[in-house]
């Protein structure tokens, strides 16, 4: 299987190749491209995709609304970072942990869905299904490194807009005073969630912290519940740490794949209303990793036909578990009981 990385010399395209690496993607071929040539990334063009199975994106919509649409055309599956293709009512928006079903055999193009509400889903998920879901507001506290390379390394200069700084404000603000990354936060938590109507209200604000999102979350369920319920819900949810005591900071969280749920309390007696703090790695869960996951289930499901011969000659464990929707988890790659071999 030959793999493309576009933006490849970004915080999310290196992320990419990285996790590739970390979980023996079987790649026979990795390309690197960018908007401009250097040592080792090539410069972008169609011609130059042309030789690839699969192709991941993570540079701006403006690539992806270019380069999309011929790799879909001779039948290439296109894993797209960007926000250029993530609310078209026909393209699936995956969260393995969360929606794995919604991939059909004909879908060939996978966005991933926006940092912040990827986080935000992983925790949500579980309340969801354990009891419902009537409103959800947030506040989030995001990482410099959702602005992108420039940023962190400004940042990590000591210098820049984000150093000793809270700037509540990401992206431009709308007409109704909502801001683009607030918007994108309501429409795709509700996609994802596939909960449409879900009334969700979202203030989101960079703080000076490298790359982990922290989000405090308000939500009201459907119907009476405790404590205890969500709680064993949110335990045995994949893809979840949850804390019944203590804290969890940015700090610690950097560099890892899960989302951590912690302080999760009610208000008062009332038995619908609930608070929980929130935090994950936006360049590996709420971007680079989320994307490898979906390219490990479309290995499973044999919808990567380039792939399937390095798949025929792996002895598939009987450990692994398909009805866990085809995802291989983090323990199945560091165990070896997964079925892309190394």
Not at 68 to 94: K, T
Request: with cysteine; hydrophobic share 40%.
């Amino acid at each position: 299987m030959n793999v493309a990385v576009v933006g490849a010399t970004g915080a999310v395209g290196e992320t990419i190749v990285q996790v590739l690496r970390e979980r023996k993607i079987p790649v026979e071929r990795l390309g690197l491209f960018a908007s401009r040539p250097r040592n080792g990334v090539q410069e972008t063009s169609a011609e130059a995709l042309e030789d690839y199975d699969t192709v991941f994106f993570a540079g701006s919509d403006e690539a992806s609304s270019e380069f999309v649409p011929p790799i879909l055309e001779r039948g290439g599956v296109v894993i797209d970072n960007s926000s250029a293709y993530r609310m078209r009512a026909d393209i699936p928006l995956v969260v393995p942990e969360i929606n794995a079903s919604a991939i059909l055999p004909e879908h060939r193009l996978f966005p991933v869905g926006n940092c912040t509400a990827i986080i935000l889903c992983v925790a949500l998920a579980p309340v969801r299904d354990a009891a419902g879901l009537k409103s959800v507001n947030v506040a989030t506290y995001q990482a410099v490194s959702g602005a992108g390379r420039a940023a962190i390394d400004e940042f990590d200069a000591g210098e820049g807009p984000f150093v000793r700084n809270v700037v509540p404000q990401i992206g431009e603000f709308g007409g109704d005073g909502y801001s683009g990354e607030e918007t994108k936060v309501r429409d795709e938590t509700r996609k994802i969630l596939d909960l449409p109507n879900l009334p969700l209200y979202a203030t989101t604000v960079r703080v000076p912290v490298r790359t982990a999102h922290s989000e405090a979350v308000f939500f009201e369920t459907e119907r009476d519940t405790t404590i205890e319920e969500l709680s064993a819900a949110l335990k045995r949810a994949r893809g979840v740490v949850f804390h019944s005591e203590g804290i969890v900071t940015a700090r610690e969280v950097e560099g890892t794949d899960e989302v951590h749920v912690a302080r999760l309390r009610s208000a008062g007696d009332d038995k619908r209303h609930f608070q929980m703090w929130v935090v994950g790695d936006q360049l590996r869960k709420g971007a680079a990793t989320n994307a490898v996951q979906i390219l490990e289930l479309l290995l499973a499901r044999g919808m990567i036909p380039a792939a399937l011969d390095s798949l025929r000659s792996f002895a598939r464990p009987s450990s692994f578990d398909y009805a866990r929707q085809g995802r291989a988890t983090q323990d199945d790659i560091r165990s070896g009981r997964h079925n892309i071999p190394p």
